[in-house]
C-alpha cells in the first residue's frame, strides 16, 4: 500500500496496518468512535480493553490528554520510543478508545513510516496490536500479512520491528507513579530520569481497574494457535526432552546447543541478551506455530533483569500451563 492511500483511507475512517519499533498496529482515527469500532472488529477485542494513541510529540499530546511537568519530562527523554503514559483524557477522545474510563494512554512511536503518516494526517492513531485478539503480536510484514484473511486492512511494509515486545505502560494518574506493563523501558531508568521511585508491577497492576488502564494485561495473551509449554526453569526443560517427540523446542540461547531427535528447535538468541531475545521472540513464536505440531515448549528466563521480566510476562501470558 503507498502512503497516499493509506492517508486517504484514515482521513476517511477506515484502518491501515503500520509499522511501529515495538510491534505492527492496527491503526485507525483515535478522535473517530466510528473508525475505533472498525478495529474492534476486526481484532474481535473485547470493549473492556483500551487502546493506546499514537501522537508525534508531548504538544500533540497536550490536544488529547492533561498532560503536566512529570510527562513532559518523561517525554523529552523516551520520545518518540516505547513508553505509554497514562493520563486524564480529554472530551476529544472517545469513550470507545478508553474502554470507558477517563483516562488514556498516549505514547510516541519513533519508526519513521508511521511518524511519516502521523505527520501526514495530523491526527492522533489509536494503534493496538495488528493480530486478532489476545493471539501473538506482529513484528514482521510476514507475520502480519494474512492475520486477518481477505478482510484485511492495507499493510504499509517496514520490515521488521527494532523492538519486538509492546510498549511499557506508565500510569502517571497514581502518586507515586505506577508501571502498569513491563516492556524495554525499566523502572531504574525511569526514576533517573524524573528523580522520585515509582510502582514496579505488583499484585496492584492485577486489580480490575489497574488492568483496564492498560492493554496487554489479560491472564490469556499474546498465544499462539498450538499448545505453548512453559517451564519455569530451562532446567526443567532440559530434563523433559526424552519425552519431546515431533514437537517444538523454543532455547534461550544457542549455547545450549541440545539436539532433540525428531524435534524442532529454535533459539532467540546468539548468547542470551534480551534485546535479542524480544526483538526474536513474537517471530520466532509465529514461526513456531506454523509448523502445526502438537505442542511448543519453552522455559521462562533467569530474572535478571527487568527487559527478562517482560518477556517472562509474555511468555507466561501465551502459555496454556507452567511446569
Not at 150 to 179: A, F, H, K, R, Y
Not at 200 to 225: E, F
Not at 228 to 257: G, M
Request: glycine share 6%; aromatic share 6%.
Amino acid at each position: 500500500m503507498s502512503f497516499d492511500e493509506c492517508i486517504h483511507r484514515l482521513n476517511n475512517n477506515g484502518v491501515c496496518i503500520l509499522p511501529s519499533e515495538t510491534v505492527y498496529g492496527l491503526a485507525c482515527s483515535a478522535l473517530s468512535a466510528e473508525a475505533v469500532q472498525k478495529v474492534f472488529k476486526l481484532k474481535g477485542r473485547p470493549s473492556s480493553n483500551p487502546l493506546i494513541v499514537h501522537v508525534l510529540d508531548h504538544s500533540d499530546a497536550s490536544k488529547i490528554c492533561l498532560t503536566n511537568p512529570l510527562s513532559e519530562k518523561l517525554s523529552q527523554f523516551f520520545w518518540p520510543g516505547p513508553l505509554t503514559l497514562v493520563l486524564p483524557k480529554k472530551n476529544c477522545v472517545p469513550p470507545e478508545v478508553t474502554a470507558g474510563l477517563d483516562t488514556v494512554g498516549v505514547r510516541s512511536p519513533s519508526h519513521p513510516k508511521f511518524r511519516k503518516i502521523l505527520s501526514s494526517v495530523g491526527f492522533p492513531l489509536a494503534a493496538p496490536s495488528a493480530n486478532k485478539s489476545n493471539k501473538i503480536s506482529p513484528t514482521s510484514y510476514d507475520d502480519v500479512k494474512g492475520e486477518f484473511g481477505l478482510d484485511s486492512p492495507p499493510i504499509i511494509d517496514g520490515g521488521t520491528c527494532e523492538l519486538g515486545i509492546e510498549s511499557t505502560v506508565l500510569d502517571l494518574t497514581t502518586n507515586p507513579p505506577q508501571i502498569l506493563r513491563l516492556g524495554m523501558c525499566t523502572k531504574d531508568q525511569i526514576e533517573d530520569v524524573i528523580g522520585i521511585k515509582i510502582r514496579g508491577v505488583n499484585k496492584i497492576t492485577r486489580s480490575h481497574l489497574a488492568s483496564k488502564k492498560s492493554p496487554g494485561l489479560m491472564s490469556k495473551h499474546y498465544c499462539p494457535d498450538t499448545p505453548l509449554i512453559l517451564y519455569r526453569t530451562i532446567d526443567k526443560l532440559i530434563e523433559s526432552l526424552p519425552s519431546i517427540k515431533d514437537e517444538v523446542i523454543i532455547l534461550p540461547k544457542k549455547s545450549h546447543n541440545l539436539s532433540v531427535d525428531n524435534a524442532h528447535t529454535f533459539y532467540l538468541s546468539e548468547f542470551g541478551d534480551p534485546i535479542e531475545i524480544a526483538h526474536n521472540l513474537y517471530h520466532i513464536l509465529h514461526l513456531s506455530d506454523r509448523l502445526n505440531k502438537k505442542r511448543i515448549h519453552a522455559s521462562l528466563l533467569d530474572n535478571k533483569n527487568e527487559i527478562f521480566s517482560a518477556i517472562n510476562d509474555r511468555l507466561s501470558r501465551a502459555s496454556a500451563n507452567c511446569l
